[in-house]
């Protein structure tokens, strides 16, 4: 018999000469008695008897049995089993080599390892022993299969494994160590039972076993009990990191990084440089102190304006480990949006339009807008400046301005007129398509907004029922807009709904206009496309869109917001159609999407179109130009496909998500879609997985607390003295195997207890016995 | 209701056992038992004759108060006499009984306890019984309960259901409560002491020497258990003390010589005090008959007038 811990074993026996010497020693039996006057007493020595003769020898028996066998119980006893050696030929043990290639392993010193410390486990193993080698990363991927292991050679697999190791690189991915075990293990399990004389199944992890490792897939099961895991950890030449990620701030208009540094870094100072799309500093380093296991965010200051330069990405400086050190940044748009406006420059009177879109504005919290008027109040007329996208007219329009409104439309702006007259809308007929009119209405009592397109973008914000209701809103006063009707009878679909109709073009406010505008929008082929948004109770237009037909666009109310038109300008549905107009104006800011290193994009739905290409941050370009339905059809890589294709894909992967790119590397990537209506871009900047930077390592016992049996350096010894000393034992199960498949330790145990449970009655017999022979 | 028995020492007489007297639960029903037994030997008794009051006319000499002449007496006999003991039948009385744990000891059926607050009942049952002001004071290291002298119907009730407490406290400190007993006596009384006395004597002594500095008179009974006078006990024990917890191992075999000669020692010392300030000692021991002890009090009182 063997023992797993003999020291208890030892610890057992050596207790058991405890009772014997209890047995023989005697105190002076004593009493305790309530006294008065203890302190006149003198006190006297204990006494203590030694006897010769041991009394109750059938006692001090079963404490002595009790102690060896709960002793012998802990040192967990097995006995060795020798295997039949006619078997031993066919014993096969089949290995996984499991080797990180996340971010983390980039660190110095840690490839030469790697490929060490592979070279070193394959001379390990036997000619009959099976191998396969995968790498991972977030994803698993096997480069050495078992199958072509089995079949090869003696030189075709050294130099299979020289591929491996040869071809070993490092990602830019995060780690999710667990997902690959349990994928490696189930695999090896599985290969058990087509390999029937595989006796030994041993997966073996070679990793930097960082803090960042995902482990969390280990606690979703139970780990296959004749899997065994031996964790070989590769340690960088230096300790410690700093890493640095972007954070999402609620402003637009600044950027936030963070600083974290892990838990065995030793530096402290480091300084954070920015610079600009060439790669050159912009403004003066920053200093950071960051403690280890520590982290700081800090906002960058903003980049001078005057110097012309952008910030587009952040470099941190000072840590010895540079693979998490650059990050890319989304570009800070102006932080001002100019408004102009063109109508009287009453800025403090209440019955003006412009008192109410000063303070619309005003109120604006995601960006600073700044109004300004056009025509002073001097008479003097400015033209409309080139950095304004959203123009407001709210008076007749001088001539000498036309011409500048024409050029900003050129320029995409968007143009809200809200007449407070006939000569309001009149003075823009060269820019409104042909025969557009206006009328002064006829308004019984007040009009109110009746039919409304919720699905145009105006008003889509407005479609939940619970912010839909117009209805309190009064109108005093306003003009009936007469749209152009073309001889052809053109529908423009608009939400689904056929709410668009042709008008006949004679430039007369006819009753047939009228209706015609009334059912919907009129097109012009020639001039434009009016699109009517809202329309009054009585049915004539509130709210129409033109399209001139140039890449801007005019939006034409039929009243004022100001008290002498309406109550527009008090009701809360005000400010946030305003603000919606100002943003389809002046977008908030280029589309650009932060995203994690690994992540899987689909680029046709992020520009919506089947016509795209992606330029990855290393100038890498591919092009898709089928249809989604199409979905075989591999992506056409224009450049560098290798790099592609080297990406950590799943082995298998669906045909319908062949139109996915993974985002396999830190940096900027563009992706540009192809439509009608000319090419759309979206800007997506990959960061690296915060984790990795988390480079502390992991306590070494963590795959045991998982409940992952981890062969230790003492049974590995064990079997190895046990395989010098005698050829027959080669056969044998591990010591941990055999007492774990024998389990003596309960019976022992068992019979401790009964033992102990025995000695307490026999003893209180006793005690009642004497205490009954004293009465 | 007498036995036989008689207590060790005690002189040929027929008196109750105290173990019969201490059995009786109500403890004015025990009280009124040994008072009555007492009375009832008492004309055999030697000690015959001796009360705690009864009147005398003495002749007017100068320098008596003119207030105390006997007017009456004047008239029929033209005659000046003073009624002498007239105040003392208005005698007012403290008992200060010790309830400290130490009291809660007993090698008998019985603890000192229950003895000495037997005692307290009996004086203050015969006390009321004669017309006195009798009140209670009840110690530890400090006063816990008092009970103002007084001569008024439930006084004894009061008395006696104030003698059933506990024992308490962690030690005990006669000083204050003979101190306290002087500040309640605002003229001039008499003050029983019940008290195991084991505390130190220093203690004990500034206290008497306040009292008797009042002009009080003070009778002292020391209550002790047959045990704490020779130790004899079977076999080594674990002794703790019931006031302080501490545990000594001792062999009454070895220690019991040393323990009586420290004993003796420290009530001689108790009983020189006494005497030395001019208080009635009385020392009883548990298993004497309770009516050799008020037999001791009424002597101690004749010999103080």
């Known amino acids: 018999m063997d023992f797993l811990a003999p020291l208890f074993a030892a610890i057992g026996v050596a207790a058991a000469s405890i009772p014997v010497v209890l047995h023989m020693l ?48 802990f040192a967990r006893p097995f006995l060795r089993e020798v295997i039949p050696l006619d078997l031993q030929d066919d014993v096969v043990q089949s290995v996984t080599i499991l080797v990180d290639k996340s971010a983390s392993m980039r660190r110095d010193g840690i490839y030469e390892k790697v490929q060490q410390t592979i070279r070193e486990t394959v001379d390990e193993l036997g000619a009959q022993d099976l191998l396969s080698i995968a790498l991972f990363s977030n994803t698993s991927r096997t480069l050495l299969s078992r199958e072509g292991w089995a079949t090869a050679t003696a030189d075709e697999r050294a130099a299979m494994v020289e591929g491996v190791v040869q071809n070993y690189e490092p990602s830019w991915m995060a780690t999710d160590t667990g997902t690959a075990m349990r994928m490696a293990a189930d695999e090896l399990a599985q290969e058990s039972k087509e390999w029937r004389n595989i006796k030994m199944r041993r997966l073996v ?25 031996e964790l070989k950890t590769i340690e960088p030449t230096k300790k410690g990191n700093v890493g640095v990620t972007f954070v999402n701030d609620r402003r637009a208009d600044r950027i936030r990084v963070r600083v974290s540094s892990a838990g065995d870094s030793v530096q402290q100072e480091f300084a954070l440089q920015p610079f600009d799309a060439g790669g050159a500093a912009v403004g003066k380093q920053i200093k950071v102190t960051v403690a280890a296991g520590q982290r700081r965010s800090l906002i960058l200051p903003a980049a001078d304006p005057q110097a012309g330069k952008t910030i587009v990405g952040v470099e941190l ?5 540079p693979f998490d050190n650059v990050i890319d940044l989304p570009e800070v748009e102006n932080p001002v949006v100019k408004v102009a406006h063109i109508g009287p420059a009453a800025m403090n009177d209440p019955e003006s339009m412009r008192y109410y879109l000063q303070r619309v504005l005003d109120g604006n ?27 407001v007219v709210t008076d007749a329009v001088p001539p000498a301005l036309l011409s500048s409104v024409s050029e900003f439309l050129d320029r995409s702006g968007t143009l809200l007129v809200a007449p407070p007259s006939v000569d309001a809308v009149l003075s823009l007929k060269k820019l409104l398509p042909k025969n557009f009119n206006a009328i002064e209405a006829d308004v019984d009592e007040y009009a109110m907004l009746g039919n409304i397109d919720f699905e145009h973008p105006l008003f889509s914000t407005f479609s939940d029922a619970r912010f839909a209701d117009f209805s309190s809103i009064k109108f005093w006063q306003h003009r009936n807009l007469v749209l152009p009707q073309t001889t052809q009878p053109g529908v423009r679909q608009v939400g689904g709904h056929t709410n668009s109709v042709s008008v006949q073009p004679d430039g007369s406010p006819s009753d047939k206009a009228v209706q015609a505008a009334v059912d919907g929008s009129a097109e012009n082929p020639q001039d434009g496309i009016c699109s009517i948004v809202a329309k009054f109770d009585s049915g004539q237009p509130a709210i129409v869109e033109v399209n001139t037909g140039e890449p801007g666009r005019i939006i034409v109310f039929a009243t004022g917001w100001h008290p002498t038109d309406s109550q527009w300008a008090l009701s809360t549905r005000f400010p946030p159609l305003l603000t919606r107009i100002l943003s389809l104006a002046s977008p908030a800011q280029k589309e650009q999407i932060q995203q994690t290193v690994g992540d899987v994009i689909r680029p046709g739905e992020l520009v919506s179109s089947d016509k795209w290409t992606v330029t990855y941050p290393d100038g890498t370009t591919v092009r898709w130009d089928m249809p989604l339905s199409n979905s075989t059809t591999p992506a056409v890589l224009l450049n560098n496909q290798d790099n592609v294709d080297l990406s950590p894909q799943p082995v298998t992967r669906p045909a319908k998500e062949q139109d996915t790119i993974t985002l396999d590397q830190p940096g900027r990537f563009t992706v540009t879609g192809t439509t009608e209506d000319g090419k759309y871009s979206v800007s997506l900047i990959a960061g690296l997985a915060a984790s990795e930077s988390r480079t502390e390592m992991l306590p070494l016992g963590q795959l045991q607390v998982l409940g992952i049996g981890v062969e230790s350096d003492v049974e590995a010894q064990l079997e190895t003295d046990n395989s010098s000393a005698d050829e027959t034992t080669r056969g044998q199960l591990s010591a941990n195997d055999l007492e774990r498949k024998q389990k003596w330790w309960r019976w022992l145990l068992l019979a401790g207890l009964g ?21 | 209701m007498s036995t036989p028995s008689q207590a060790p020492g005690a002189p040929a007489m027929s008196f109750m056992d105290p173990r019969v007297v201490m059995s009786i639960r109500s403890l004015e029903l025990r009280a009124k038992v040994v008072v009555e037994g007492f009375r009832t030997g008492l004309n055999k008794s ?37 009624r002498l003991f007239e105040d003392e039948t208005n005698l007012r009385c403290y008992i200060v009984a010790d309830f400290s744990r130490s009291m809660s000891f007993g090698s008998l059926e019985y603890t000192k306890h229950d003895y000495g607050r037997t005692i307290a009942a009996s004086l203050a049952w015969l006390l009321n019984r004669q017309g006195d002001a009798v009140g209670l004071s009840l110690f530890d290291e400090q006063v816990r309960m008092v009970v103002p002298a007084r001569y008024r119907p439930g006084q004894l009730r009061r008395i006696m259901v104030t003698l059933e407490e506990p024992t308490s406290g962690r030690e005990t400190n006669p ?11 605002n003229k001039r009384g008499f003050v029983v002491l019940i008290s195991d006395l084991l505390a130190p004597v220093e203690n004990f002594e500034a206290g008497l020497k306040l009292l008797r500095g009042c002009g009080h008179d003070v009778v002292v009974f020391q209550v002790l258990d047959p045990v704490e006078l020779d130790l004899k006990i079977d076999g080594p024990k674990l002794f703790e003390d019931l006031e302080t917890g501490q545990k000594i191992y001792a062999d009454p075999n070895d220690a019991s010589e040393a323990f009586v000669q420290r004993i ?27 009516e050799l002890t008020l037999s001791g009090f009424l002597h101690a009182r004749r010999s103080r007038r």
């Open chain 1, 26 to 73: 005697r105190r002076a039996p004593t009493q305790d008695m309530p006294f008065s006057v203890v302190k006149f007493l003198k006190p006297s020595r204990p006494k203590l008897t030694k006897r010769s003769n041991i009394e109750h020898w059938p006692l001090m028996l079963l404490r002595i049995l009790a102690l060896v066998l709960i002793g012998l119980a």
């Open chain 1, 205 to 229: 992890l070679i990793t930097d076993f960082q803090r960042g490792s995902d482990l969390d897939e280990l606690k979703s099961g139970k780990w296959p009990a004749n899997v065994e895991v």
């Open chain 1, 317 to 321: 400086q000072g840590d010895d480990h």
């Open chain 1, 365 to 391: 919290v995601e960006r600073d807008v700044q109004l300004g008027d056009l025509v002073k109040g001097d008479g003097v007329v400015l033209p409309i400046p080139v950095d304004v996208n959203f123009v």
């Open chain 1, 755 to 775: 033992c102990l449970v025995l000695e307490s009655l026999w003893a209180s017999a006793i005690e009642r016995r004497q205490t009954a022979e004293a009465a």
């Open chain 2, 46 to 82: 030697p000690r015959h004759g001796f009360s705690v009051e009864f009147s005398e006319y003495r002749q007017y000499a100068q320098g008596d108060d003119p207030r105390f002449l006997d007017w009456k007496l004047y008239a029929r006999t033209d005659r000046s006499y003073i």
């Open chain 2, 175 to 185: 000083e204050h409560a003979l101190e306290h007993a002087a500040r309640r006596l």
């Open chain 2, 264 to 290: 003796t020692e420290h009530n001689d010392a108790v009983q020189a005090v006494c005497e030395k300030l001019g208080a009635a000692f009385v020392r009883t021991v548990t298993n004497e008959p309770l």
